[in-house]
């Protein structure tokens, strides 16, 4: 793999309000090299300064502050934070979801924030839960409905774990949307939405199937809860997922 493993910073969200350096220093201890921010906004320059110092690199950030703040500063931030991708991971309306319309409405949406982020360098994308999932046309879930009115820069970042959820094939939808997919989100647990998730590799979901179907896709670790420590999972997480790939 090209990139190297990463998590989503939402994962220590509680920790990183507490202190941000000392999480960022002890994700770096445990092999991490790359992160995921879920606002870019809070402090880009000196996030940016922290992850240079500890080797992080930033393959995407979550940008749900384009829904509050001004969309210029937040494209501004991404940019600052150390990478062009921002990704939309939620804020619009399920219901849009379940319908032919709806989806054009997400679609125009999404579009639309796509040709201003074009306008700073930055390129735009999805993240799902199981409400993208769940409604199916003709066979077809709603996420892959979605993807082929999406403007073609538009990508994706799918969540394993919630796509499980939703009753996807979760490798055949990731064979279906092909390119499109840029990243993963890797978790896992008891696949079920309102249980504590488990570090990558000790739930049900079958990880090693999932990331044969988009190799080339970077994997993010993300645990939306935890029952036990959470430092404690998110490094058995990359051990279990440097050793499945043999990464270093």
């Known amino acids: 793999m090209a990139t190297p493993l990463s998590i989503q910073l939402y994962t220590l969200r509680d920790q990183i309000a507490a202190d941000r350096d000392g999480t960022l220093t002890r994700l770096a201890e445990i092999g991490y090299r790359s992160v995921e921010p879920y606002d870019p906004t809070g402090d880009p320059t000196g996030f940016r300064k922290l992850a240079d110092e500890l080797g992080l690199t930033v393959p995407s950030t979550h940008a749900y502050a384009l829904f509050s703040q001004d969309a210029g500063e937040v494209f501004d931030a991404v940019r600052a934070v150390g990478t062009d991708r921002a990704i939309i991971p939620g804020g619009i309306e399920h219901e849009l979801f379940t319908t ?25 994308g999805y993240h799902n839960h199981w409400w993208e999932i769940e409604p199916r046309f003709e066979g077809r879930t709603a996420l892959e409905v979605l993807a082929d009115l999406l403007a073609p820069e538009v990508f994706l970042e799918v969540d394993t774990y919630w796509a499980a959820v939703g009753g996807a094939d979760v490798p055949e939808l ?12 890797v978790k896992d647990g008891p696949g079920v939405k309102d249980e504590p998730h488990t570090a990558v590799g000790q739930g049900i979901i079958d990880v090693p199937s999932i990331l044969a179907a988009a190799p080339e896709a970077v994997r993010i670790v993300e645990l939306d809860s935890c029952a036990g420590d959470v430092f404690e999972a998110v490094g058995e997480s990359h051990r279990y997922l440097t050793a499945l790939e043999g990464r270093s």
């Open 174 to 185: 990731l064979r279906t949307l092909g390119d499109r997919v840029y990243a993963l989100h």
């Open 100 to 124: 032919t319309d709806g989806l054009q409405q997400v679609a125009d949406q999404l579009n639309g924030f796509a040709a201003k982020a074009a306008e700073h360098d930055v390129l735009i």
